[in-house]
């Protein structure tokens, strides 16, 4: 037969993600996956909460940053576009065209 996992106690998970919050912030910002954000953080010896737990802990953490965004008026990905249309000329139409060619860009 195979050897049940002992429960960790009440509410060790959610201590467990607070306490690892500002690593698995780091690993979704670079595009982990839930499934693999966990792996890693059970491989070094992190978390012992199950996966199940560690999703419900993630679905609350991702609505409070939702929630954040929302209050504050703008999506960080809004930002850094606007950052790089910017560094490229662009306005906030789409793209603007110069008339008028510099010398140096003539056939």
Known sequence: MA???KRIPRNMGR???????DMIDAMRVQGYDNKKIHAALVRKGKVTM?????????VRFLKEIRERQEQSGHHP??????????????????????????????I
Do not use: L, W
């Open 77 to 106: 990905t809004q930002v850094y576009t606007q950052t790089i249309f910017k560094q490229h000329g662009y306005n906030d139409h789409g793209f603007s065209v110069n008339k008028t060619p510099s010398s140096d860009k003539m």
């Open 15 to 21: 201590i467990e993600f607070i306490a690892c919050h």
């Open 3 to 5: 050897r049940k996992k």
């Open 50 to 58: 199950s996966y199940a737990t560690f999703c419900y802990h993630m």
